[in-house]
């Protein structure tokens, strides 16, 4: 297999926490190991190095801050350094990741411009908000100067598709099973309680408020629940208030932001994993919690419904009262819960990164032999 120069690159990176730092770094991990010369360009923090190495990628960090008055955009001397990275680079692909990232789509744009080679990967949907006429629109504009576009999900490739005639190839996102796990007890009594763990962000998007929505009804038939609520954003102190004012606050946990590590730990504990968002564009800890063998119940219609069979792997609801009723089964049948973790945990091969890994090669390859560019090789 030809070996390449490839940039990766995403405002979305280490140490902030999530599905595309997760993706992105596994993937740049797996194709050095392959041999590939991988970089990742990214956005800087405080304290954290302006270059590094990590697991033999190389980590590059644009020195632009945040504009004044928001965290998204930088300032316009970090876009310059991105090109000049770029110009100078000798990448023979360039692989930006989330069409929500700046920096991502100025490599877009910035590798049209200097003739690179350049495969999206979209890792989002755009959702029912009320600007998604906009946001569609803008994803047309940018996703013309992309050679190709990689879809975490099937989900995600028909969104995609509306947004581009560029080849579209789906591509899963995985899991990495040798990742190692801090096995700290749940700072929680959880003697005789059933554990249901939600591993997201804490956000409207990700559905968690629906968690603290569900559970009195729940509770009031199962007093032994314990919801353990895994992450941070802005709904989590508001979600906080409520579960206490609702005399709720012996049933719940909220962790806040913990490392992978920890999660996983976490979710050897568990006895069901919930994630009620409707939006989910494919769902890194779905396979988080199918590793550590806990059945899932989640929304239907979104990237989960590739990852999970309903009935048989899992359940996917098609509304909350569905979602409220399936979490109820689990908790009244532990036979079920056992044989669902089981199917699912068979699925796991699938998501193997080593696979994606050749998956995404024959992406790039197949764009830089693109006759517009195979004269420059």
């Not at 089964?329 to 990164?353: H, M, V």
């Amino acid at each position: 297999m030809e070996k390449y120069k490839i940039a990766l690159i995403s405002d979305w990176y280490f140490p902030k926490v999530g599905g595309i730092e997760y993706s992105m770094h596994t993937l740049a991990k797996t194709l050095s190991m392959y041999g590939h010369e991988v970089s990742v360009i990214t956005r800087s923090y405080p304290g954290v190095p302006e270059y590094s190495i990590r697991d033999g990628v190389s980590v590059i960090r644009l020195k632009g801050r945040a504009l004044p008055g928001q965290s998204r955009f930088l300032t316009p001397n970090a876009y310059k350094e991105l090109f000049n990275h770029l110009k100078n680079g000798s990448y023979e692909i360039v692989n930006p990741h989330g069409l929500d990232s700046p920096i991502g789509m100025g490599a877009l744009l910035a590798s049209k411009k200097l003739g690179i080679p350049v495969v999206v990967t979209n890792h989002s949907l755009v959702g029912n908000t009320s600007y998604r006429h906009f946001l569609y629109l803008a994803g047309k504009l940018l996703l013309q100067y992309a050679d190709a576009v990689i879809a975490v999900s099937s989900a995600v490739e028909t969104d995609s598709k509306l947004m581009t005639v560029k080849p579209i190839y789906r591509i899963f996102n995985g899991i990495d099973s040798e990742g190692s796990v801090i096995k700290d007890p749940l700072p929680v009594d959880t003697r005789g309680k059933i554990v249901v763990v939600t591993v997201a962000r804490m956000t409207k998007k990700k559905g968690v408020q629906h968690i603290i929505d569900l559970a009195p009804l729940l509770l009031e038939k199962h007093d032994n629940l314990l919801f353990v609520m895994v992450g941070d954003g802005p709904l989590r102190e508001k979600l906080e208030k409520t579960v206490e004012k609702s005399g709720l606050s012996e049933n719940f946990y909220f962790s806040g932001e913990v490392p992978r590590k920890k999660v996983l730990g976490y979710l050897e504990q568990a006895d069901i994993f919930a994630l009620p968002s409707v939006n989910e564009a494919f769902g890194i800890s779905i396979l988080e919690a199918m590793s550590k063998k806990v059945p899932v119940v989640a929304m239907n219609n979104s990237g989960v419904s590739d990852i999970i069979k309903n009935g048989v792997n899992g359940y996917l609801a098609d509304s909350l009262t569905e979602f409220s009723s399936y979490l109820e089964n689990l908790i009244e049948t532990p036979a079920l819960r056992d044989s669902f973790a089981k199917e699912a945990f068979r699925e796991l091969p699938n998501y193997d990164w080593n696979r994606i890994c050749e998956q995404t090669t024959m992406v790039y390859t197949s764009v830089i032999y693109d006759e517009k560019y195979h004269n420059n090789r």
